[in-house]
């Protein structure tokens, strides 16, 4: 097959089928260069893979993205700090709610705000509910990546459904929240929420023993997951990863019990590890950990006091915290987000800088993939769990 | 039978009325005809089917929009179909490009042609019958290729070699499983394989031990034949965006579509003859309903039984799928023919029923024994932090 001359040239380099001359090729025999995306129907947004081929083995594998940049960072600066709020949101849109908790954490921090014991109860109950809701999505999504069609995907989005109806009944928006505060929440809670959330959190175990029986021992799941992509833990911590990926590796290293950010040090629970590090282990932690939320949700819903639900000493308007610096870090669904900001006591932050999970567990995609089968790479990837709102900003 | 004779009294009456030199013609003409059609107006029902099953499966409603209860919906896509527009990559080999979906569904059509659909109601009643079936099935594979070639696409060359590997594999246990039912039939023809089976379902050949497992063996194999999940990694959707149809629109994909339909219809249409009594009721009691009724009755049970496993299984990947090929497979149909081999050696009877049975099951378990304990795949436990050893 010669190199096809009629595509588009300027907008995207073109993909061509190199000769005999690339090095470990066999005489006669040519590798095959494939650009998989950015439109592609398992890259999960605009997102590019350029893969080279030795038959259907990866020899090399580069990740390009960018498509989805709109200048995140630098709008931040150029607003007020609640301005940023609800563009927090687009950041991860699967997770709006611990988005918003991240940003909020980290403002506390440079303004030191106290938040209210009702406020933080809230934002346990709405980040423990995110985390469900985009954990079960995601395994969903991997199993649709198997080639499983749809049906574990919709069962999936069943469940999320309820959980963005809690959302919307809160906030008014299934899934662009904008409902923290500094120093607390937006509105509060009401009784019949919290009713109607514990409704949801009881079924919920019901669901994931469903969909355990359905899928998580299918012979065809485990011999397309086990010992595929395997991700040392050293690598793992080299490069920074955190989140399920990092757990799946065997490191015990969660923010809720290492940071104890908010109140998580109240709540029992506990953090599932991984042993082989490879697409199986991702998928089954993300399971337990859904198993571990429902346990924190329980507590938190029970236990919730009365009082404020933001702190009524905090300002919101002309709001000017006094110079200085703070990273505020949370255990969002797919890793550790944090938020750095440098104040020089104008309404604008001098520096805005986002720590996106989602980019840093993707810079160890080609690792994980070299030797793999086409066919892998896409689960592998399926399993980082990536979204490009956030890896793009 | 009553059915049989006026279907056949028609068309004699047809033939008759046409000039002399025009007869040989019209007669092969009226023999097709209500072959086409008919699989034709059933590839539109069972892709409503399809859709509606699965979206039962899959806790959603599935097609309703258009007639009532969404009964209009083969029509609306056909029409679809028909009016987008035809696009051919400008560096596609043109030709092949456009014999490829023609050449696929011309061979799944032909398949058709040798399948009794009731007593004597076959369109093309040859002593060997079965071969001819597997020899024009075996065409559709170069049309795959074709396609896959003919596009200059990656993903479709990609998938047409995967295509041509599976089928090519999955081919040997087929006609390995399909021979057993011939070894004891002593036929090639398929009008005589029906014939075997005629006595009611204590007949039939699934309910022989080589049956069994040559059904079983025969129905995996053909759902790697006709590509369908969870062997569907020539077109798998997640990976190779549509496989070797990446590059076709418009007709020529409605085309490929139902050349996949109708390869369906005509493998368990051949599943039902060699195995599960052909145009036979199950008792004789009720053999006054017409034959086609009957296989069309099971023929359809099978599609259903393939959209439930579409609407579970995740998909193999492609070395996988070889292996389970090449290592399960095959060893279990060699198996399957010596136990056929058994049969007909002892002539029937308990003692055969004994022996053959005992091969197989042997065989079976012990063979997939060996195999898991092989494999590495198995669940897993999994342990949790303790308390105090946080670490960073």
Sequence with gaps: MTPSPGRPTEAMPQFEMHATGVEGATEGTERMEVSMGPHHPSTHGVFRMDVELEGETITKLKPVFGYLHRNHEKIAESTSYLGSMPYTDRLDYFNSMTNNWAYALSVEKLAGIEVPERAEYIRVITAELTRLQ???????????????????????????????????????????????????????????????????????????????????????????????????????????????????????????????????????????????????????????????????????????PNGDYVNPKAKLRGFRPPPGEAYGRIEAPKGELGFYLISDGSPKPYRYRVRPPSLINLTILEDMCLGQTIADAVIILGSIDIVLGEVDR | MWFEELLIAIKHYLVLQMPGSLQPVGSAFLSCLPIMTSFGGLFALATLLERKMLGRIQNRYGPNRVGPGGLLQPVADGIKMLTKEDIVPKNADHLIHFLAPLGLLVSAMLGLSVIPFGHRLIALDIETGILFFFAVG?????????????????????????????????????????????????????????????????????????????????LISTLAEINRSPFDIPEAESELIAGHMTEYSGFKYALFFMAEGVAMFAMCALTATLFLGGYHAPFPILSFIPGPVWLFGKLTSLVLLFIWIRGTMPRLRADQLMEFAWKFMLPMSVVNLIAAGIWVALDGGVAAWISSGLLNFVAYFGWSRILSQASRFSPRTYRYAEEAGVSE
């Excluded at chain 1, 574990?152 to 008014?172: K, N, Q, T, V």
């Excluded at chain 1, 923290?180 to 509060?188: K, S, V």
């Excluded at chain 1, 955190?242 to 065997?250: D, F, K, N």
């Excluded at chain 2, 047409?160 to 023809?189: D, F, H, K, N, T």
């Design chain 2, 138 to 218: 075996a065409a559709s594979e170069l049309a795959i290729f074709m396609a896959g070639w003919g596009s200059r696409n990656k993903y479709a060359l990609l998938g047409a070699l995967r295509a041509i590997a599976q089928m090519i594999s999955y081919e040997i246990p087929l006609i390995l499983s399909a021979l057993s039912v011939l070894m004891v039939v002593g036929s090639l023809s398929l009008s005589d394989v029906v014939q075997a089976q005629s006595g009611g379902i204590h007949t039939w050949h699934i309910f022989t031990p080589w049956g069994f497992l040559g059904c079983i063996l025969f």
């Design chain 1, 134 to 304: 985009n954990h079960v999505s995601l395994i969903g999504f991997l199993v649709q990546d198997m080639g499983a069609l749809g049906t574990p995907l919709m069962y999936a989005f069943r469940e999320r459904e309820r959980i963005l109806d809690l959302f919307e009944s809160l906030s008014g928006a299934r899934m662009m929240c904008n409902y923290m505060r500094f120093g607390g929440c937006r509105c509060d809670v009401s009784a019949d929420w919290i009713k109607q959330a514990q409704s949801v959190v009881e079924a919920f175990p019901q669901f994931l023993d469903e969909f355990e029986a359905l899928i998580s021992e299918n012979e065809v799941l485990m011999a397309r997951s086990q010992h595929v992509g395997i991700l040392k833990p050293e690598l793992a911590i080299d490069a920074g990863v955190a989140g399920p990926v990092l757990r799946a590796t065997g490191v015990n290293y969660d923010l809720r019990k290492v940071d104890g950010y908010g109140i998580y040090d109240r709540f029992q629970f506990r953090v599932p590890l991984g042993d082989h590090g490879d697409v199986y282990d991702r998928y089954m932690i993300r399971v337990l950990e859904m198993r571990e939320s429902v346990k924190i949700l329980q507590q938190a819903l029970a236990e919730i």
